[in-house]
């Protein structure tokens, strides 16, 4: 193992969520935690008869005494074409399957990170997954006989990690790990061991979590863990239990000075992670103090830190009871030590908004705590009313969140600490560190675009087309201010995943994009080009150069002032002309209509063989390479300038000295064509 590569953090660099609350993206997301909604909700009528199952006695056998949870709306909905399944395969796969399969495409969408590169690469796969109600549903329920060669795999638990890798052409190790309420947070503790010891070279982390049978409801209120009232009130002297919840997050890691390297934007960096076992307690389900103290010492020593610089912790804060005072107890005896008097840790849970997501509780965690490190902010914990009275807040030097900026670090990382523990005593905890935007390279500012770019948009089908619009201009509109006009352009362009269904719009800038992409989504009229691109994307590509007569007074003018490439070869071809004639390349394509001599042979020759080498030349420099050359007359010099017979400054001598010489011919001049092999034109 690579002792830099094992103390290197790892940067956070593309999120994919579906979570409570409608909150289906990252920027979706944030805006449910910092606008304090509470996404808890009443069980939705189609998941079973929530009449027969419940009973607000706690003690009733059978019985669940709360029908309030967090639920995913649309669980049932999935686009199995999307992911080369076939519809009767994906109606046999447990929806956490199918959620997991969209939040992993979606974290590496939002990286930046096209598909076909990623292929047969190193990827790891880590999630935690524990709910096995589909499975129950379906061997419980349906008749045997409907049983298929689907079943098995669509309702593994591995097959959830495992179907991630086979749908993108992953090699890097694939795990489904099954901790119960600390599963997500064991895959992320595994997956970045398997990045540092070089098992793998980027990773998705993820969990999983679906509400579909009243099994673990009537289980958990046999516990009395549930809160009756359904709302989690962590740290609050009314705590009274947890409340279930749905859902899938997804990240996307990788070495953090190879994100920086690769321009990707960063939302956090994943400093260390650490793991161990509460072992004996007084019961299976009982949590232990010295445990949970001794994996935040160790995962501050791999982070080489103190603990005093930890400013905030993202709680297991589950709102038990039982559970919320020996956290708050572990936590303050680690992080209380040395710091100054006055100063205080400050805590919170994601739970308070959107419930526990039991074995993806870990991925909303990480989620929730690199947005805040990413904005600088700290949401506020919901249901905080009174302190618990067995938590003593200022003796452990605690504070819990209320809605507010990060805290100053005078110069130092902002760091965070996140607690996942499982109800069987497996406990996982992750420091992650703030990265500053600075640190990483972004595209060109709006101040050096074009007058107007082309805006890409692709899609797997012509609906999603429009979809995938409506969405990316919801993108644009909300990261206005974080991103320029040339960001959005060149990441469309060269960072996402081009599909089979396409659509180019024209835009002068951030507002105008926004208008033409909702323009677009609704089917309204606009500037764009829309098609459909062969499966075959290896076809055999050709460049025509062109003859004499397509020429015209304004031709390339656009492309010399805004194309760097395309204006430097113009310019070289500038400087041979020069030193040959009494007139100047450049000045003859930059004439007005009015004075311009294009249709001059001895100019036009010269000036349509650099357009062509200069369009050529930016082809080339965005990745088209042509496999054939093939010209015309004027377009023989350019095709063979491009095929290396010729340099450029030879190239430029023989168009020039061609035209110069056909200027002085009789003006009734004709052209011979002779149907001959290449064998006869050679001899």
Same mark, same amino acid.
């Given at each position: 193992?690579?002792?830099?590569?094992?103390?290197?953090?790892?940067?956070?660099?593309?999120?994919?969520?579906?979570?409570?609350?409608?909150?289906?993206?990252?920027?979706?997301?944030?805006?449910?935690?910092?606008?304090?909604?509470?996404?808890?909700?009443?069980?939705?009528?189609?998941?079973?008869?929530?009449?027969?199952?419940?009973?607000?006695?706690?003690?009733?056998?059978?019985?669940?005494?709360?029908?309030?949870?967090?639920?995913?709306?649309?669980?049932?909905?999935?686009?199995?074409?999307?992911?080369?399944?076939?519809?009767?395969?994906?109606?046999?796969?447990?929806?956490?399957?199918?959620?997991?399969?969209?939040?992993?495409?979606?974290?590496?969408?939002?990286?930046?990170?096209?598909?076909?590169?990623?292929?047969?690469?190193?990827?790891?796969?880590?999630?935690?997954?524990?709910?096995?109600?589909?499975?129950?549903?379906?061997?419980?329920?349906?008749?045997?006989?409907?049983?298929?060669?689907?079943?098995?795999?669509?309702?593994?638990?591995?097959?959830?990690?495992?179907?991630?890798?086979?749908?993108?052409?992953?090699?890097?190790?694939? %795990?489904?790990?099954?901790?119960?309420?600390?599963?997500?947070?064991?895959?992320?503790?595994?997956?970045?061991?398997?990045?540092?010891?070089?098992?793998?070279?980027?990773?998705?982390?993820?969990?999983?979590?679906?509400?579909?049978?009243?099994?673990?409801?009537?289980?958990?209120?046999?516990?009395?863990?549930?809160?009756?009232?359904?709302?989690?009130?962590?740290?609050?002297?009314?705590?009274?239990?947890?409340?279930?919840?749905?859902?899938?997050?997804?990240?996307?890691?990788?070495?953090?000075?190879?994100?920086?390297?690769?321009?990707?934007r960063i939302y956090a960096a994943i400093r260390a992670t650490g793991s161990n076992q509460d072992?004996?307690?007084?019961?299976?389900?009982?949590?232990?103090?010295?445990?949970?103290?001794?994996?935040?010492?160790?995962?501050?020593?791999?982070? !080489?830190?103190?603990?005093?610089?930890?400013?905030?912790?993202?709680?297991?804060?589950?709102?038990?009871?039982?559970?919320?005072?020996?956290?708050?107890?572990?936590?303050?005896?680690?992080?209380?030590? !040395?710091?100054?008097?006055?100063?205080?840790?400050?805590?919170?849970?994601?739970?308070?908004?959107?419930?526990?997501?039991?074995?993806?509780?870990?991925?909303?965690?990480?989620?929730?705590?690199?947005?805040?490190?990413?904005?600088?902010? +700290?949401?506020?914990?919901?249901?905080?009313?009174?302190? !618990?009275?067995?938590?003593?807040?200022?003796?452990?030097?605690?504070?819990?969140?209320?809605?507010?900026?990060?805290?100053?670090?005078?110069?130092?990382?902002?760091?965070?600490?996140?607690?996942?523990?499982?109800?069987?005593?497996?406990?996982?905890?992750?420091?992650?560190?703030?990265?500053?935007?600075?640190? %990483?390279?972004?595209?060109?500012?709006?101040?050096?675009?074009?007058?107007?770019?082309?805006?890409?948009?692709?899609?797997?089908?012509?609906?999603?087309?429009?979809?995938?619009?409506?969405?990316?201009?919801?993108?644009?509109?909300?990261?206005?201010?974080?991103?320029?006009?040339?960001?959005?352009?060149?990441?469309?362009?060269?960072?996402?995943?081009?599909?089979?269904?396409?659509?180019?719009?024209?835009?002068?800038?951030?507002?105008?994009?926004?208008?033409?992409?909702?323009?677009?989504?609704?089917?309204?009229?606009?500037?764009? %080009?829309?098609?459909?691109?062969?499966?075959?994307?290896?076809?055999?590509?050709?460049?025509?150069?062109?003859?004499?007569?397509?020429?015209?007074?304004?031709?390339?003018?656009?492309?010399?002032?805004?194309?760097?490439?395309?204006?430097?070869?113009?310019?070289?071809?500038?400087?041979? %002309?020069?030193?040959?004639?009494?007139?100047?390349?450049?000045?003859?394509?930059?004439?007005?209509?009015?004075?311009?001599?294009?249709?001059?042979?001895?100019?036009?020759?010269?000036?349509?063989?650099?357009?062509?080498?200069?369009?050529?030349?930016?082809?080339?420099?965005?990745?088209?390479?042509?496999?054939?050359?093939?010209?015309?007359?004027?377009?023989?010099?350019?095709?063979a300038y491009l095929a290396g017979v010729y340099d450029l400054e030879d190239a430029v001598r +023989?168009?020039?000295?061609?035209?110069?010489?056909?200027?002085?011919?009789?003006?009734?001049?004709?052209?011979?064509?002779?149907?001959?092999?290449?064998?006869?034109?050679?001899?």
């Amino acid at each position: 193992m690579n002792d830099s590569r094992r103390n290197e953090p790892l940067a956070i660099i593309g999120i994919g969520c579906r979570f409570p609350g409608n909150a289906n993206s990252p920027d979706q997301f944030w805006e449910l935690l910092t606008s304090g909604v509470d996404a808890i909700t009443e069980l939705p009528e189609d998941r079973w008869n929530k009449k027969k199952f419940y009973d607000k006695r706690s003690t009733t056998p059978g019985k669940s005494f709360t029908r309030q949870g967090g639920f995913v709306g649309g669980i049932d909905k999935f686009d199995p074409q999307f992911f080369g399944i076939s519809p009767r395969e994906a109606s046999r796969m447990d929806p956490q399957q199918r959620m997991l399969l969209e939040t992993a495409w979606e974290a590496i969408d939002d990286a930046g990170q096209q598909i076909e590169n990623l292929k047969g690469q190193k990827v790891a796969v880590f999630v935690g997954i524990s709910s096995w109600e589909h499975s129950f549903q379906v061997l419980s329920f349906e008749d045997r006989g409907s049983h298929d060669a689907y079943t098995n795999t669509g309702n593994a638990l591995s097959i959830a990690a495992n179907r991630i890798a086979y749908c993108f052409d992953f090699k890097g190790p694939s %795990v489904a790990v099954d901790t119960a309420c600390s599963s997500a947070m064991v895959a992320a503790h595994l997956a970045c061991h398997s990045v540092w010891e070089g098992q793998s070279d980027m990773a998705l982390i993820g969990g999983v979590n679906a509400l579909l049978t009243p099994e673990h409801y009537v289980g958990f209120s046999q516990l009395g863990m549930l809160s009756p009232d359904g709302r989690c009130k962590a740290f609050d002297s009314r705590a009274n239990g947890f409340v279930r919840s749905e859902g899938a997050g997804m990240i996307f890691v990788k070495p953090l000075s190879k994100a920086i390297e690769d321009g990707d934007r960063i939302y956090a960096a994943i400093r260390a992670t650490g793991s161990n076992q509460d072992g004996r307690t007084p019961g299976i389900t009982v949590p232990s103090q010295e445990s949970q103290e001794a994996l935040l010492g160790e995962t501050c020593a791999a982070a !080489n830190i103190s603990p005093t610089q930890i400013q905030y912790v993202e709680a297991h804060g589950t709102g038990t009871p039982v559970g919320d005072p020996i956290e708050t107890r572990a936590l303050g005896n680690v992080l209380a030590k !040395n710091r100054p008097d006055g100063e205080r840790c400050i805590i919170g849970s994601v739970k308070t908004n959107i419930g526990h997501l039991e074995a993806g509780a870990g991925a909303a965690s990480l989620i929730k705590v690199a947005l805040s490190l990413y904005h600088k902010h +700290i949401p506020g914990n919901l249901h905080f009313e009174n302190p !618990n009275p067995d938590i003593d807040f200022d003796g452990l030097k605690l504070a819990v969140a209320t809605d507010q900026p990060w805290p100053e670090t005078n110069g130092h990382d902002r760091l965070a600490g996140i607690n996942s523990f499982g109800y069987g005593g497996t406990n996982a905890h992750a420091i992650l560190q703030g990265i500053d935007s600075q640190t %990483v390279a972004h595209g060109d500012n709006d101040s050096d675009h074009r007058d107007v770019e082309p805006f890409t948009v692709s899609a797997r089908s012509a609906e999603a087309l429009r979809s995938s619009a409506a969405q990316l201009a919801d993108f644009v509109d909300n990261r206005q201010t974080e991103f320029s006009f040339g960001d959005f352009i060149a990441n469309a362009a060269l960072r996402r995943s081009h599909h089979e269904h396409r659509s180019v719009l024209f835009a002068s800038g951030s507002e105008d994009l926004v208008a033409k992409l909702r323009a677009f989504a609704s089917d309204d009229e606009t500037d764009s %080009v829309t098609g459909r691109a062969p499966h075959d994307l290896t076809s055999h590509l050709a460049f025509v150069c062109a003859g004499q007569g397509p020429q015209w007074w304004g031709m390339g003018r656009q492309l010399l002032e805004d194309e760097p490439i395309f204006r430097n070869i113009i310019e070289r071809c500038d400087a041979v %002309v020069r030193e040959l004639g009494e007139w100047s390349l450049i000045e003859e394509l930059t004439r007005s209509e009015e004075t311009s001599r294009m249709n001059e042979t001895s100019i036009s020759q010269p000036c349509i063989f650099a357009l062509q080498a200069g369009l050529a030349e930016v082809w080339k420099a965005w990745g088209i390479e042509p496999q054939s050359l093939v010209g015309h007359s004027v377009g023989e010099v350019a095709a063979a300038y491009l095929a290396g017979v010729y340099d450029l400054e030879d190239a430029v001598r +023989i168009i020039y000295h061609r035209g110069r010489c056909m200027d002085l011919a009789p003006a009734e001049g004709r052209m011979i064509a002779a149907a001959l092999t290449e064998p006869e034109a050679k001899n």
